[in-house]
């Protein structure tokens, strides 16, 4: 006996409407088709053109230079440190400033850590310690941002005075002014802004942050994670950022790009060769390109690009890392993690802007 088809359930009836992305799926099947008829090759060489820009940042950088080892170190200093009370110092100095601005004075650490250690281990650290303050989710993203103000290597902080006093610019006032007092600045000017919800903190209300590990298991502990952090985010981070701009490159378009930044950079006062260095691949070698070029460059330029440089770039940090650690860290998502590290980004770019342009004449010996 036939039996009677039975009638079609909900989900089997939305699945027979037309999904937006099965019409890109099908456009997509035939286009790869056209291709594979009229120009076979073409898959080949947009594969070609994007392992050629993920590989010598992935390979040549993180790998097997001194890159990858200087972020699993510094996730050993800054656990070091922290096992020695240094966040609990930072918080007794800090206690002070930002309760007369009724911030959770938690959100200046990673910061701190950005510049003694790596950006990436500044949130892997700093990230757990705003949770256990009980900061806000404002407080967090507050941290993020003024985090991006302070160089994410001690080694940029180097060969940047080293090219400073190649220029003859006086270091003291520009390291004072675009690097220490932003830590301030910063969270006080979003607090009163974007990010309101924040709260004034005793020093009582706050736990203490120094963990009770042993020593030789923090030493361990911490080259683990160094490595965990170096493979399993930072460079499946970096290699998604730089798949796009081979995407880009194999289009036609990353020329058009290039050359606009380049602009735009001379525009805020921003040296753009090394300015570009900094935006799109290390900010370590953008600072040791900078000496190199002739003194007839205009200083303005390269207080820009010095302010720039000491941030924390390059593009593949603050859309790829950035997001990824303080998801895993903190209570914040990815979404608002990129959010803050772009509103941390623009006040750079400010900063590097007003500077270069009035205070370049009293820096000058």
């Not at 409407?17 to 790869?32: A, D, N, R, T």
């Not at 705003?130 to 806000?136: C, E, G, P, Q």
């Not at 080259?223 to 399993?232: D, I, R, S």
């Amino acid at each position: 006996m036939e039996k009677k088809q039975e009638p079609l359930s909900k989900l089997d009836a939305s699945r027979s409407k037309w999904h937006p992305y099965e019409v890109i799926g099908i456009l997509l099947v035939f286009g790869s088709l056209i291709l594979l008829l009229f120009s076979p090759n073409s898959l080949s060489n947009l594969f070609n053109t994007i392992i050629k820009e993920v590989k010598p940042i992935v390979v040549d950088v993180f790998l097997t230079s001194e890159v990858g080892i200087a972020i699993i170190v510094s996730v050993i200093v800054g656990r070091l440190l922290e096992r020695l009370g240094f966040t609990d110092g930072l918080i007794r100095l800090f206690v002070p400033i930002m309760k007369w601005f009724k911030i959770n004075p938690a959100v200046i650490i990673p910061s701190v850590y950005n510049i003694l250690g790596d950006i990436n281990a500044a949130g892997k650290i700093s990230g757990p310690i705003l949770v256990k303050a009980k900061a806000t989710k404002a407080e967090q993203k507050i941290a993020v941002a003024t985090m991006i103000q302070s160089p994410q290597s001690f080694a940029t902080f180097v060969l940047g005075l080293i090219a400073l006093s190649a220029f003859g610019i006086h270091a003291f006032p520009l390291v004072v002014l675009s690097i220490f007092v932003p830590i301030i600045i910063v969270p006080f000017i979003l607090s009163r802004t974007i990010y309101r919800d924040t709260k004034r903190v005793d020093l009582e209300e706050l736990p203490r942050f120094t963990p009770k590990t042993g020593f030789l298991q923090t030493i361990f502990t911490s080259a683990k994670e160094g490595t965990e952090l170096l493979f399993l985010i930072i460079i499946p981070a970096v290699a998604a950022v730089f798949f796009f701009i081979g995407a880009l490159k194999f289009i036609g378009v990353w020329g058009v790009i290039e050359s606009s930044l380049s602009s735009v950079l001379t525009f805020l006062s921003i040296e753009p060769a090394t300015g570009i260095v900094s935006i799109l691949a290390a900010p370590t070698l953008a600072v040791a390109q900078l000496s190199d070029l002739a003194s007839t460059l205009d200083p303005r330029l390269i207080v820009g690009s010095f302010i720039l440089a000491n941030s924390g770039l390059p593009l593949s940090v603050i859309f790829g890392q950035v997001p990824v650690t303080w998801a895993e860290s903190s209570t914040l998502n990815e979404k608002e993690a990129l959010q803050a590290a772009i509103i941390g980004m623009i006040i750079r770019f400010i900063t590097a802007c007003v500077l270069g342009y009035f205070l370049t004449p009293w820096l000058l010996g």
